[in-house]
């Protein structure tokens, strides 16, 4: 593994990873947090619709699957919002109908022989600049987002009534959450590919809560917890010549087995 540290590709692999592993960690605990593992479950999927536009009209995937995952993500907001009894149904109805646009604009894109493969299981090392430019720049935002309004979404984040009594605008933090959840799945799904997506944000997660005490310190241990699944499944990947985002996933869940099993003992 040391001599291909040598080709760029590589290279690109593992800061893709490395940014997109902290990406998962920070969002992932607020997902958690937030009980939106089914929203964003469903923002995921509705995002294929977001690749089937990109390939369909030419525009950079990122920006496609950005723009169709945002969209989603405002309309799941504001169901939970004002139609919180209907919330299964319409996630259901995102999740499907999002699929199914992208399939069908798949099958309308002229001359394009689609790699549906790399898409629902990711395709890391295909990284290239523009990719990293736009998870660094995602980073970036969450990091101020973070360092701005850490005490709102805190409190937003577990006991919403309290936060509303002091005067925070819960319903915007919620979909300010959602939004950014929903772009950190389209950076995911370059790492890991649209199926296997939720078990990156939320597995790291698990094991984080159980060695920390604030949402502070989850979010970052879970990211180093992240990084480390991930260097793993990349080196097992590239060894083996395996799909790097089924590495990564084995990998998680593996650790998250023998966590449970040390947990059950101690």
């Known amino acids: 593994m040391i001599e291909a540290l040598s080709y760029e590709f590589i290279q690109n692999a593992l800061i893709a990873g490395i940014l997109v592993s902290f990406i998962s960690g920070i969002i992932g605990s607020l997902i958690v947090a937030n009980r939106m593992v089914f929203l964003v479950g469903g923002v995921a999927h509705a995002a294929y619709g ?37 919330t299964d149904i319409f996630i259901g109805l995102i999740w499907a109908v999002g699929m199914a646009i992208g399939i069908i604009l798949v099958d309308l894109t002229p001359g394009y022989n689609v790699d549906l493969m ?107 917890v992240a990084t480390l699944f991930t260097l793993v499944g990349l080196w097992l990947s590239y060894t083996y010549d395996l799909t790097s985002g089924a590495c990564i996933i084995l990998v998680a869940a593996l650790s998250l087995l023998f966590f449970m099993l040390w947990q059950k003992r101690s």
């Not at 525009?59 to 004002?82: H, Q």
């Not at 790399?118 to 290239?128: K, N, P, Q, R, W």
């Not at 919403?160 to 950076?187: D, M, P």
Request: aromatic share 16%; with cysteine; charged share 10%.
């Open 50 to 86: 977001g690749i089937g536009l990109a390939l369909f009209t030419g525009i950079p995937l990122f920006l496609g699957t950005s723009l169709f995952a945002v969209l989603a993500a405002l309309f799941m907001a504001y169901i939970t919002i004002k139609e919180r009894d209907k």
């Open 118 to 224: 790399s898409y629902l299981f990711g395709s890391i090392l295909a990284v290239d600049h523009e990719d990293l430019y736009f998870m660094a720049a995602l980073f970036v935002l969450i990091l101020f987002v973070l360092a701005f309004w850490y005490k709102d979404i805190l409190a937003v984040s577990y006991d919403s009534e309290y936060a509303a009594i002091r005067g925070i605008n819960v319903k915007l933090f919620f979909t300010i959450i959602l939004i950014l959840s929903a772009l950190s799945v389209v950076v995911a799904i370059k790492v890991v590919g649209l199926i296997l997506v939720i078990a990156l944000l939320t597995i790291p997660i698990y094991i984080a809560q159980y060695l920390c005490s604030t949402l502070y310190s989850m979010m970052f241990v879970s990211g180093f």
